[in-house]
């Protein structure tokens, strides 16, 4: 990868916000097959891409898309829990769990929370 393009995606990186695939085509120009370049450095992990949807390797869905730009993020402990979500709408969750994959703890964006900590 030649430096100027290096640069290129390097400040893609810093400057982008979710939707990130409406954002990487329409506000950067980047060809399909350009958009691992970029989603690998937001997610900082190991990927997969299917269609407007990212998963881990644990094939757990970490990120999806829809053509309207409403997306969801996710992030899952060691486990495969999913313990944090947010969405595009402003709303939240996050969740606990216990060694034995109890949920022990939940809050979400309204105010709402259990804890049997």
Same mark, same amino acid.
């Given at each position: ?56 390797? /644990?094939? #757990?869905?970490? *990120? @999806? %898309?829809? +053509?309207?730009?409403?997306?969801? !993020?996710? &992030? =899952?402990? $060691? /486990?495969? #829990?999913?313990? *944090? @979500? %947010?969405? +595009?709408?402003?709303?939240?969750? !996050?969740? &606990? =769990?216990? $060694?034995?994959? #109890?949920?022990? *703890?939940? %809050?979400? +964006? ?8």
């Amino acid at each position: 990868m030649n430096v100027k393009y290096k640069k290129y995606i390097d400040y893609i990186v810093s400057d982008i916000e979710a939707p990130y695939f409406i954002n990487v085509r329409d506000n950067y120009g980047l060809r399909p097959d350009e958009y691992e370049l970029v989603l690998s450095k937001v997610f900082n992990q190991p990927f997969t891409i299917k269609g407007n949807n990212v998963y881990d390797t /644990n094939g #757990n869905q970490i *990120y @999806s %898309e829809n +053509s309207n730009g409403f997306w969801v !993020k996710k &992030e =899952y402990d $060691d /486990n495969g #829990n999913e313990i *944090y @979500s %947010e969405d +595009s709408s402003g709303d939240w969750c !996050k969740s &606990e =769990y216990d $060694d034995q994959g #109890n949920e022990i *703890y939940y %809050e979400n +964006s309204n105010g709402y929370i259990i804890d049997d900590r």
